[in-house]
């Protein structure tokens, strides 16, 4: 009876185990949440004076594993221990989750209008930093600079000039290219020669809505009024020049996309394929793209050049861009001041150190968006960049559109290229969505 | 020890239910009620401020058209994939009771879809879709034919066949125990009084195994009303946004377009939805079984 017994007692524990067990993983994670902070800034506190180490959010993808190396390199080295995490949630859902849990990251990687939201409340100040003063893309919010550029990247028509030349028999000059006429010309030329399509449009809503789109705002004198004046009814859309001057570069590029039957159905990757290895010579993107782009047999001749418009204005000739993916560091009382101290440093590591310099252009191959870094860029794409940086023929980008505005609005972009709404009838639908839509505060 | 006592009763719950109870309590409940208060405020889900708003969230809600055209997308799809999960699973599941060669071998194998995660699924999937497929009719029709994910229809068709393929099998596996819960001895019977197989089946196996319906019905109906993970993987709700579920609403309005209260307050009513149309159909279902 007693064996009985026992055996129950023993059966009910290992049960009671099993179930907690298995909840094991996911309930040490939020229990933070709920439960006091303290613990934690007792034991950061209690070593001040040692380093006592960042932690690093990352949010791109394609430089992850530098930045583990950098981190090991970079922790042996100064005695301060980095730790990079990343994410491929949405960045502001996964900061989200890491504040509800009272353990954000000392360094966060975000994108500008993240910064934007958050920096007033979660950000520390930065005013001051020896960096500052070296770059034109720092991002401030009032008197207060918040946010670190990590690199610079814009937006244009990549193009490969190899494929062009296979044809035309001459050395490509983007710099020929300057209306829709001569873009609209070459394409001929080219289709002409033998290559079937010249063009591959990304489908993408990011690309369309966020990318392609925003350009009628960034190029008008003045974005925040224009938008304005779309949400009054004071601007038609429509009749809108430079949209019209846009969509029009725009027709050239869809109807000679090698996807014309199916251009909803082109997929990313094959896309930058042909256009890596020269079955298509055009493609409407940014330098960010190189990392897609070197995973097939590319040539080293490939560039990027301002879209062409017909439209003459001080927009012309340049492309769209600037800074991209912004450091901030945490302000709460969950990183220590040593943490803080510890993350300015790194900061600065990377702008003033020879090694900093060289993880970000070298390792990373980022376009460097600090004039004190002078090293060369690594690939085809990022070197015109840093030319266009230099020559400071970047329209900037507009960082304030709502959250929703690239997945809505390139909706409707996507409806356009589809040939499933004519151009007015897009310009209705963007003007509907900003009927309710509010510009972030800036 | 008196086995009647109040206290016995409790300690005896406490030390057989409690640990679940806790973490239940801790995992869905404290969450829910949590998730409850969120909907009266204007939580973007990250700032430190939490606005009280009262019903705005709510009047939000009822006044968004696209989360309506979600439900309504989702009502349609999982309409669809109900009927036919349920038609394919007891198709399945009578031909692998019949008694034909390797049955064993094929009720695993209808199985093993749904051992494949959504995630896994959708991408493998949409590779079929866009690849396999498009290669299949271009060459078939000589020119280049969009792939059926890049058209409005083809979208929301391309998700009911996915959630068939993967769900069938499990479906099938409830239906299996139906038809082995009935006796042959019953069966025997009504062809000794002159029913031809057909009938056999509609009159005398299919009221029996009402309870196989009820259960694989209910469980096919909440599963399509919040799907997510095939929608994400296989078309993102794209082309157009056509094919956005409510699930995948409630998630961009609370994470990517920031606005958590509103969210919240959206997957509230996708609860309540799916909880009415999920309870209704048990209750009807229970009321006609009949216990062999």
Request: hydrophobic share 40%; with cysteine; glycine share 8%.
């Amino acid at each position: 009876m007693k064996k009985r017994k026992i055996a129950a007692i023993l059966m009910t524990v290992v049960l009671a185990v099993g179930t907690l067990a298995g909840c094991g993983g996911g309930s040490s994670s939020s229990g933070g949440g709920s439960g006091d902070s303290s613990a934690e800034a007792d034991s950061s506190d209690s070593g001040s004076g040692d380093a006592e180490g960042i932690t690093i959010f990352n949010s791109k993808m394609e430089v992850q594993s530098q930045m583990e190396e950098m981190a090991e390199k970079y922790s042996e080295e100064k005695g301060v221990p980095v730790e990079v995490y990343y994410s491929s949630d949405t960045v502001a859902a996964h900061l989200a989750t890491k504040y509800a849990s009272n353990d954000p990251y000392t360094i966060s990687m975000v994108d500008a209008k993240d910064v934007y939201s958050l920096a007033e409340e979660h950000a520390l100040d930065l005013t001051g930093e020896g960096w500052v003063d070296k770059t034109t893309q720092a991002i401030s919010i009032g008197d207060k600079v918040y946010g670190f550029p990590v690199c610079i990247e814009a937006r244009g028509i990549i193009y490969n000039a190899d494929a062009i030349k296979n044809i035309t028999g001459e050395d490509f000059d983007p710099s020929s290219i300057k209306t829709k006429a001569d873009f609209e010309d070459l394409c001929k030329t080219l289709v002409d020669g033998g290559m079937e399509a010249p063009t591959g449009v990304m489908k993408e809503d990011w690309s369309l809505g966020a990318h392609y789109l925003a350009q009628v705002y960034e190029e008008q004198d003045d974005p925040d009024a224009f938008i304005a004046g779309i949400k009054d009814g004071s601007v038609d859309l429509a009749k809108d020049e430079k949209y019209n001057s846009l969509m029009d570069t725009f027709d050239v590029l869809k109807d000679n996309n090698y996807a014309k039957d199916a251009a909803i159905s082109a997929e990313r990757e094959v896309t930058e394929q042909k256009l890596a290895e020269g079955e298509i010579a055009f493609m409407f993107g940014g330098n960010w793209d190189w990392s897609v782009l070197n995973a097939y047999d590319y040539t080293e001749n490939m560039g990027m050049m301002p879209v062409p418009q017909d439209m003459e204005d001080d927009f012309s000739g340049k492309l769209v861009g600037g800074g991209s993916k912004y450091f901030f560091i945490d302000s709460s009382e969950n990183t220590s001041e040593t943490q803080q101290q510890e993350a300015k440093d790194f900061l600065n590591w990377l702008v003033d150190d020879e090694e900093g310099q060289s993880f970000i252009v070298n390792d990373c191959a980022l376009v460097p968006a600090y004039s004190n870094i002078t090293l060369e860029v690594a690939d085809p794409l990022g070197k015109s960049v840093k030319e266009y940086t230099d020559d400071d023929l970047l329209v900037p980008n507009y960082n304030y559109l709502p959250d929703d505005h690239y997945s809505i609005c390139g909706a409707s972009f996507q409806k356009y290229l589809a040939g499933e709404t004519d151009r007015d009838g897009l310009a209705k639908e963007i003007t509907d969505y900003w009927g309710t839509a509010e510009v972030g505060e800036h | 020890m008196k086995r009647n006592k109040l206290s016995y009763k409790v300690s005896q719950f406490l030390m057989f239910a409690g640990p679940a109870a806790l973490l239940f309590l801790a995992v869905v409940i404290i969450p829910f009620i949590y998730g409850l208060y969120l909907t009266f405020t204007s939580w973007d889900g990250i700032a430190k401020e939490k606005p009280w708003v009262g019903f705005a969230n709510y009047a939000a809600a009822f006044g968004d058209g696209d989360y309506w055209m979600a439900m309504l997308r989702t009502g349609i799809y999982s309409f669809f994939a109900v009927i036919l999960v349920n038609i394919v699973a007891f198709t399945l599941a009578y031909l692998v009771t019949s008694g034909i060669k390797g049955q064993n071998f094929f009720r695993a194998g209808f199985f093993v879809p749904n051992l494949i995660g959504g995630i896994v699924l959708g991408y493998v999937w949409k590779f079929v879709f866009n690849r396999a497929f498009v290669a299949i009719g271009s060459a078939l029709s000589g020119t280049t034919v969009p792939s059926l994910l890049s058209t409005t229809g083809g979208a929301m068709f391309c998700l009911i066949l996915v959630t068939v393929w993967q769900y069938a099998g499990y479906m099938m596996l409830i239906y299996v125990a139906g038809f082995m819960s009935v006796s042959d001895a019953l069966k025997e019977a009504a062809m000794i009084d002159g029913c031809i197989p057909a009938q056999a089946m509609w009159n005398v196996t299919i009221p029996l195994m009402r309870a196989s319906f009820v259960q694989c019905i209910f469980l096919s109906i909440t599963r399509c009303f919040v799907v997510y993970d095939v929608n994400l993987s296989l078309t993102k709700g794209e082309p157009f946004n056509t094919s956005v579920m409510a699930a995948m609403h409630v998630y961009n309005q609370a994470f990517t377009y920031k606005n958590y209260g509103l969210g919240q307050a959206e997957a509230l009513l996708l609860f309540v939805v799916c909880a009415v149309v999920g309870v209704t159909q048990v209750y009807i279902g229970k009321k006609g079984e009949v216990a062999a």
